[in-house]
Every structure is written in structure tokens, then in C-alpha cells.
């Protein structure tokens, strides 16, 4: 099967010379996780692309920082992924943090959306953590 887009980051692939994403659902999950993960003005062209999630990190993990955190996520999603849906978002708990990255600041995020035009669900799960702090 062709590849559909390059998975990033970019890794030598033997098959192919370069990786690829070959499946609608992973380049939509990795579309989504770019999207969440580029701080607005980034992005050559677009300085309004992306949620920036990493400046939340040293906010309080509470659930106003969260509420700021899904609208962000919902207004990014709506403008530039359109076809999908989020379904719901959560975030760990603040009395469950523990240093499993050896550093305070890193925030678990889960994403469960639908791809429109597929009909299928999927769900994101990543922590995203700074370790400039380390």
C-alpha cells in the first residue's frame, strides 16, 4: 500500500526509504497531535495555528486551567480540522501527578474525537512534558 504522508519525525525506512503513514486514522492522529503541540505563530505563514499546549504546563493543573485548555483545543479543531469531532477531552487528575517523568511540570491529555467523513472514533493519548526544567 502507498503511503499517504511522511511520518514525523522523519526515520529511514527500509521498505519505503523514508516512514510513512499509510492509513487516513494515523495521519489524522498525527495532524492532531501537531495541532496541539505547535505554539501559535510557529508555523510559517499561519501565525494562528496551533494550541501551544506546553505554556499551560506551569499554570495550576486544575480545572479552570483545563476548561481554557478544551476551548482552546475545540476552537483550534474547528478551524483547522473540521472534519473531525471531539467527543471529550480529559486531563489527570491533580492528586494522581507523581514524578514517573522525573519532573513536576507534564501534563497527560486524552483526546477522543470522531473522524467525520470515516465514521470512526479514535482516541489521542500523550503526556506532553518540558524537560527544560530538569
Known amino acids: 500500500m502507498p503511503g499517504i504522508a511522511p511520518r514525523l519525525p522523519l526515520a529511514n525506512d527500509a521498505q519505503d526509504g523514508l516512514a510513512l503513514i499509510r492509513t487516513y486514522e494515523n495521519l489524522v492522529r498525527q495532524n492532531l497531535k501537531h495541532l496541539i503541540l505547535t505554539n501559535p505563530g510557529e508555523r510559517i505563514m499561519d501565525p494562528l495555528f496551533g494550541v501551544g499546549i506546553k505554556q499551560f504546563l506551569f499554570e495550576p493543573n486544575d480545572t ?71
Not at 77 to 103: A, R, T, W
Not at 111 to 117: G, H, L, N, S, V
Open 64 to 134: 479552570i486551567v483545563w476548561s481554557n485548555i478544551t476551548a482552546t483545543i475545540h476552537k483550534q479543531v474547528q478551524k483547522y480540522m473540521p472534519y473531525l469531532e471531539i467527543i471529550d477531552i480529559s486531563f489527570m487528575e491533580p492528586g494522581s501527578q507523581n514524578s514517573e517523568f522525573g519532573v513536576s511540570n507534564y501534563l497527560p491529555i486524552s483526546i477522543e474525537y470522531t473522524i467525520i467523513p470515516l465514521g470512526m472514533e479514535d482516541v489521542l493519548d500523550f503526556t506532553v512534558v518540558d524537560f527544560a526544567v530538569l
